[in-house]
């Protein structure tokens, strides 16, 4: 598996940026894929989840009603849409591949990372 996260930047507070997890050599159509972000001197945490058709999402308490995780079949890849970002929201951010069709935010469903995009977000 090749995932590949994008779409990173820097954005002023209340802005918006759209991730985008790539999947190069399409394995992960029948796998849920979730996004997570570490900040600098923190833990990597959980940030959304979608089910393998997309059917079902989850979110973190800190980014519900803010982000919005979905599938674009058609470009294969799974992205974050990102809005109302605050500076509590910079980190690196990673996107994983599941073992399985459904997760949530239990690390050690995931089996398969991508690289990290940086997203800074100035107040």
């Known amino acids: 598996v090749q995932l590949q996260a994008s779409g990173g930047g820097l954005v002023q507070a209340g802005g918006s940026l759209r991730l985008s997890c790539a999947d190069s050599r399409r394995t992960f159509s029948n796998n849920a894929v979730g996004w997570f972000r570490q900040a600098t001197g923190k833990e990597r945490e959980f940030v959304a989840a979608?089910?393998?058709?997309?059917?079902?999402?989850t979110y973190s308490d800190d980014v519900k009603g803010r982000f919005t995780i979905s599938r674009d079949r058609a470009r294969n890849t799974v992205d974050l849409q990102m809005n109302s970002l605050k500076s509590e929201d910079t980190a690196v951010y990673y996107c994983?591949?599941?073992?399985?069709?459904?997760?949530?935010?239990?690390?050690?469903?995931?089996?398969?990372w991508g690289q990290g995009t940086q997203v800074t977000v100035s107040s």
């Open positions: 979608i089910s393998w058709n997309g059917g079902s999402t």
């Open positions: 994983a591949r599941a073992r399985s069709s459904f997760a949530g935010a239990d690390r050690s469903q995931y089996n398969a």
